[in-house]
């Protein structure tokens, strides 16, 4: 059984920084592309970052580029999330996926895992 579980998630004033952590198990994802959707209160799932198989290409929703940043460990079988200079905007539940294809993708269709996700709260 695949499982995504994440951590790190919690209450950050605005301004701070979070690092989100997903660890995998049942499956060895070095070979496919990774990423992280949040949901934000009274909104759908969107797209927050990607990574490809290799960590070498990365892709970011514009609304966090710049502040986030996504890397992962193949050995480790993890992927992690960067949060600096959050916004209050940024609260929502963060959600790790894992893609059946090798890129990084924005596309919700791409990820057939994913975690139960982490509440991160930003205060203002």
């Known amino acids: 059984q695949v499982q995504l579980v994440e951590s790190g998630g919690g209450l950050v004033q605005a301004g701070g920084s979070l690092r989100l952590s997903c660890t995998a198990s049942?499956?060895?994802?070095?070979?496919?592309?990774l990423g992280w959707f949040r949901q934000r209160p009274g909104k759908e799932r969107e797209f927050v970052a990607a990574?490809?198989?290799?960590?070498?290409?990365?892709s970011y929703a514009d609304s966090v580029k710049g502040r986030f940043t996504i890397f992962r460990d193949n050995a480790k079988n993890t992927v992690a999330l960067q949060m600096n200079s959050l916004k209050p905007e940024d609260t929502a539940v963060y959600y790790c996926?894992?893609?059946?294809?090798?890129?990084?993708?924005?596309?919700?269709?791409?990820?057939?895992?994913w975690g139960q996700g982490t509440q991160v709260t930003v205060s203002s």
């Open positions: 996926v894992g893609s059946w294809c090798e890129g990084g993708s924005a596309s919700f269709n791409a990820y057939g895992y």
């Open positions: 049942g499956r060895t994802f070095s070979n496919y592309g």
């Open positions: 990574i490809n198989w290799s960590g070498k290409s990365t």
